[in-house]
């Protein structure tokens, strides 16, 4: 029997108006709490939800020890009227954690999993990178927000306290974000558009091309249903940037296999994992001996130069230089490398235009500085000169381009070092205890000072230089330590000598030492020195010398024609008791006091601020040469030769 009574009615109706106001909201179908402060947003709104934790193995008793495997959700959503091009957000991890898995992006700077992110680290979207706006997409809240699901590591915080970040943001040029909103197990913050940032002028819907040290454009020129032929091009931009045998990786995201190259080549050449993998449940009938590579993370390098006219695997414009990119000051030429690969795709990619570039791109060389790269970001179509000669421009069907930076070493994981002396102090102030790193198993202090050295020391490799170091302690009246300290483990160290000093000038010397079974070849280095000593640079006399027009502080040194080479260590003339000699190359510079008159060489400003080789950073010394005791200038010393005649000649 149904009651028609007006109470009953009433309650029915507002039962259906409440189902109406919830049938209305965004799928929240993964349990997230709602924030009432999306609502005021209008930017790009991050949240960070802790969600689970349980106890790793080995169980220990020292809380910050244990180690504990978590999850937790992050969203990205674009709360603007605009779409959000490229997102990438940091999140300031502080719990030592490691990932292991990051749903719907990317780790940024190439890291590969397990990834160390306990300093924090920052994310950028993949697949979906870019993000669509609730009007356009008529609220379609998958189009415009991202999920990221994290599963990792972390450790030192004790049940019942929650391990969360120190902060989250969004780092897209443009935004400002204050700090974060915490809740219990999760934050949140609104970042919105920054009034006084001046955007590029961009005519077309791709982003602007990037300003980095070192560039990487991923061009198709070619795309089937299947397959697609692709361009690489690197551009070197930095006056100090340079690769030798570069070599360049990157992490295919969807099955996909090189079939062939031009310009370079995969130092692996397996089909085996394409064979037993994905790529023959879909290419049945497919031959994969010729395959190229069918590795997941394949690692390319450059083919040597006598393959440049080979009309199979070379004959590409910039290409066939052994992984050499030179700086353009240096050769222009050899500034850019080129390669081409034909790339097949697995389902369901399986369309024209579908098309994705790898990720987590990372390239390094064999002493050169370390670059950080980004993720690909999709530019506009690259233009090309038409093959065929005539006076139009072939575009490509699809551009990416990567930007990759230099950064700077941090300390124990430089690759070369410099020492410091001067003609006031016989003592050599080394390279810095571990300078370049140190390994686990040491029967040395990885922590003590270096042990100062008589100049001839430096000619020594390290190993041999114990007798010497506690002779001139001893010598000196200095304790040595027990045990002593560990070598610096670099390949390449440079002597800074304060060669002398004078009314109306100064001078110094400069000598690499080459410690590697490797000859380094156009090799240059790069010396920034305090404003006083730049200004008075005179000249260089053993190697070619250039003020940098970038800066104006530093100088680009590299070898003469014919002394180009810095040789590799060698074996002494006697193997049996003469120690290994280290490959050489010297040069004095001279300075004038002419715009500097006030220049304090003793008091540091004699010495750089910072050194490069190859354009690595080095490691400097923590402390520089000061004098021993009294030093006599040269008007004293003519006074004092004065003194000594008038009173040999009253004594006679």
């Known amino acids: 029997m149904m009651i028609h009574s007006w109470p009953h009615k009433i309650f029915l109706g507002l039962c259906l108006l409440f189902a109406t106001l919830n049938a209305q909201d965004y799928d929240n179908s993964d349990n997230t709490p709602a924030i009432p402060a999306l609502d005021t947003c209008i930017g790009v709104f991050l949240t960070y939800t802790f969600i689970e934790r349980a106890k790793e193995f080995p169980h220990v008793k020292n809380a910050s020890a244990q180690a504990y495997a978590f999850k937790a959700q992050a969203t990205v959503v674009n709360t603007m009227s605009e779409n959000l091009k490229a997102w990438k957000m940091f999140i300031g991890f502080q719990n030592n954690e490691i990932l292991v898995n990051t749903d719907g992006a990317v780790v940024m700077d190439g890291l590969e999993f397990p990834a160390h992110v306990g300093n924090g680290t920052t994310i950028s979207g993949y697949p979906m990178s870019d993000l669509m706006n609730a009007i356009d997409t008529a609220g379609d809240l998958n189009q415009f927000q991202a999920k990221i699901n994290i599963k990792g590591t972390q450790f030192g915080v004790k049940p ?100 062939s190259m031009r310009g370079a080549y995969t130092l692996k050449r397996d089909s085996a994992s394409c064979i037993y993998g994905q790529g023959a449940s879909y290419y049945t009938t497919f031959d994969f001996s010729p395959v190229m590579s069918c590795e997941k993370k394949p690692i390319i390098v450059d083919l040597p130069p006598e393959r440049a006219k080979d009309k199979d695997i070379g004959n590409l414009p910039f290409c066939c230089k052994n992984g050499t990119i030179l700086p353009s000051l240096m050769n222009e030429t050899l500034s850019k490398a080129i390669f081409q690969l034909q790339v097949y795709k ?142 610096d483990n670099c390949g390449v160290s440079i002597n800074w000598h304060i060669l002398s000093n004078y009314r109306h000038g100064w001078s110094a010397r400069i000598t690499l030492f080459n410690w590697k079974d490797y000859t380094f070849k156009d090799w240059f280095t790069a010396v920034q020195l305090s404003p006083n000593a730049f200004l008075g640079y005179e000249n260089v006399y053993s190697f070619n010398g250039t003020k940098l027009n970038t800066t104006n502080d530093t100088l680009f040194l590299q070898g ?51 050194v490069f080789f190859d354009g690595e950073e080095c490691a400097l010394p923590h402390e520089i040469p000061r004098g021993d005791g009294v030093r006599i200038s040269v008007g004293l010393l003519r006074l004092l030769l004065i003194v000594i005649i008038v009173f040999l000649t009253i004594f006679d």
């Not at 949140?188 to 070192?214: G, I, M, S, W």
């Not at 050489?584 to 510079?589: L, M, Y």
């Open 160 to 259: 019942p306290g929650t391990p969360m970040p120190k902060t989250i943001k969004l780092v897209n040029s443009g935004f400002r974000c204050p700090p974060p909103t915490k809740k219990g197990s999760q934050m949140y913050v609104c970042c919105v558009k920054d009034p006084k940032f001046k955007k590029e002028a961009n005519a077309t819907k791709f982003l602007p091309r990037q300003k980095a040290d070192l560039t990487i454009a991923y061009d198709v020129l070619q795309s089937y249903e299947n397959n697609y032929l692709a361009q690489v091009t690197i551009d070197n931009w930095s006056p100090l940037g340079r690769l030798d045998n570069w070599n360049l990786t990157w992490e295919w995201m969807r099955g996909e296999f090189i079939y």
């Open 346 to 487: 697995m389902p369901p990619d399986l369309n024209r235009t579908i098309l994705f570039p790898p990720q987590k791109w990372k390239i390094e060389g064999e002493l050169n500085p370390t670059y950080k790269c980004g993720p690909p970001i999709r530019v506009s179509p690259m233009e090309f000169p038409d093959p065929s000669g005539l006076m139009s421009d072939t575009i490509a069907v699809a551009s990416w381009q990567i930007g990759c930076n230099i950064t700077r070493p941090i300390e124990r994981k430089s690759r070369c070092c410099v020492s410091f002396s001067a003609y006031y102090n016989d003592s050599v102030i080394p390279c810095n205890t571990c300078a370049c790193g140190c390994s686990d198993a040491m029967a040395c202090d990885p922590d003590a000072q270096p042990l100062l050295l008589p100049s001839e020391a430096l000619l020594l490799p390290f190993e041999n230089r114990t007798k010497k170091a506690l002779a001139w302690a001893k010598l000196k009246h200095r304790d040595a330590p027990n045990p002593l300290p560990c070598s």
């Open 560 to 610: 003469l024609e014919g002394l180009n080479y810095l040789l590799p260590e060698m074996d002494g003339k006697n193997t049996k008791i003469d120690p290994r000699v280290p490959g050489k190359q010297q040069s004095v510079i001279s300075f004038t006091k002419k715009n500097t008159p006030d220049i304090k060489i003793a008091h540091g400003d004699g010495f750089p601020v910072k």
